[in-house]
């Protein structure tokens, strides 16, 4: 498979696996806005809304991004050969000009510009969502995910998806990357479980939150159950 065959097979890849999640969401009428942490070139992005959109799934949509690819690396659980600073970079207009071409009408999604640990960390008072049925987590490092976790740590609710689209992605000598801070962060959460629910491509895992309370005898955080 020549590389733009691979590239039109992961598109498709992941618009199949968030057509599921959005079909499923409204199945189950689980409400809640889209957060996208990690947007660049929208096209995960503009696939959601058009899957809400089919669905008839009345989510929020918001694009969580630096705008200016990819951070330093903050130490060795950062390490891939393919992630540089800087890398991905999608300026913000370009962003935007995308989502008008595809129709997204400027009241349906809002955008919050800037590093993690700036907009995703206290003292930060812009705009945030508190009530989230899906968080798609496509920024990569270790550190930037561990940053969106502890984010969504008091917003986890039953019901929820959270998908990883790199915890595929790791490094030759350690566990790193996405997979890395979701192992760490679901070891350390309590009150949910964290069912594994579709792997997408080559590169993503998804899971489902449930309320442990809700799963008689088990203790496991991840579980095949
Ligand atoms: C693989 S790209 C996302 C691709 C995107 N989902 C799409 O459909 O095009 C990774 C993105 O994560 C962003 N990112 C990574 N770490 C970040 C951080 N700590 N703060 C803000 N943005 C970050 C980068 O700017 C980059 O746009």
């Known amino acids: 498979m020549d590389s733009i065959s691979s590239m039109i097979a992961e598109i498709s890849h992941r618009k199949e696996f968030i057509d599921m999640a959005f079909k499923a969401l409204s199945f189950n009428e689980i409400a ?16 959601a809304y058009s899957a809400a959109m089919s669905f008839g799934h009345k989510a929020h949509f918001w694009a969580f991004d630096s705008f200016e690819g990819l951070p330093p690396r903050a130490g060795a659980r950062d ?33 919050v510009k800037g590093f993690y640990d700036t907009t995703l960390h206290e003292p930060f008072d812009g705009p945030r969502p508190d009530d989230i049925c899906f968080a798609y987590v496509d920024c990569d490092l270790y550190s930037s995910t561990a940053v969106v976790l502890d984010f969504l740590r008091p917003r986890l609710k039953h019901g929820m998806i959270i998908a990883l689209d790199d915890y595929y992605c790791y490094s030759t000598d350690q566990l790193s990357g996405e997979r890395a801070a979701f192992l760490e962060f679901a070891a350390n ?14 590169h993503g895992m998804s899971f489902i ?17």
Do not use: N
């Open 209 to 225: 939150v449930e309320s442990a309370s809700l799963i008689p005898h088990t203790s496991r955080r991840i579980s095949h159950a």
């Open 189 to 202: 959460v309590s009150g949910f479980h964290f069912l594994p629910y579709r792997p997408f491509g080559w």
């Open 32 to 47: 809640g806005d889209y957060a996208e942490f990690g947007c660049a070139s929208g096209q995960t992005f503009r696939c």
């Open 79 to 111: 390490g891939h050969p393919k992630w540089e600073p800087g890398k991905m970079r999608q300026p913000l207009p370009g962003f935007l000009a995308l989502l008008k071409e595809h129709g997204m009408a400027e009241e349906s999604f809002s955008v």
